[in-house]
């Protein structure tokens, strides 16, 4: 009987573990901030010609919701440095759906920390919540011209996952 009861015991712990991973899908885009000597816009930073800066996007999707984070980081060869303001950091909440046999994504800004606002001149208007679009194929996933073209499995949530629960 003990017996039974250590396997059934180590089952339930190991087997059905709450924490299993999900699938988490990231994309790279340049945070054009600056322009060169030339003129052209350019993801440098302004002290470190070799230091190069990227929204982080991270993606997930839960059957028909998508969650998506935007971090700020910044790349020196293969070195990776996080940000903690530099860049914003933009927090959406969307859907899948599908229209003519393609799988649409519509996402809707939720919260964003240490990001530039819109004030508005006359105090009256409301400012529209930014909204990206994208597509999934067979090709991969794409928003806003960013492909997700990494995959990775995380069990931790991503923060529009919490946001999403106001």
């Known amino acids: 009987m003990k017996k039974s009861y250590y396997v059934f015991l180590l089952f339930s712990i190991f087997g059905c573990s709450q924490t299993s991973k999900e699938k988490l899908f990231v994309g790279y885009e340049p945070i054009m901030w600056i322009k060169d000597k030339n003129g052209k816009e ?18 997930k999707i839960k059957k028909d919701s998508v969650y998506l984070d935007r971090v700020p980081i910044s790349k020196i060869g293969k070195k990776t440095l996080y940000s903690s303001s530099d860049g914003g950091f933009y927090y959406y909440i969307g859907i899948v759906k599908t229209e003519n046999g393609q799988k649409i994504i519509e996402l809707t800004e939720i919260s964003c920390d240490y990001c530039p606002e819109l004030v508005p001149e006359n105090p009256k ?14 090709n991969g996933i794409e928003i806003n011209n960013v492909k997700f073209s990494n995959l990775q499995y995380s069990d931790t949530k991503l923060a529009s996952e919490y946001l999403n629960r106001k």
Not at 128 to 133: N, T, W
């Open 42 to 59: 350019t993801n440098e930073d302004f002290e470190n010609p070799n230091q190069k800066w990227f929204h982080k996007n991270l993606l």
């Open 125 to 138: 208007e409301v400012i529209k919540k930014r909204k990206l679009f994208g597509k999934i194929t067979e």
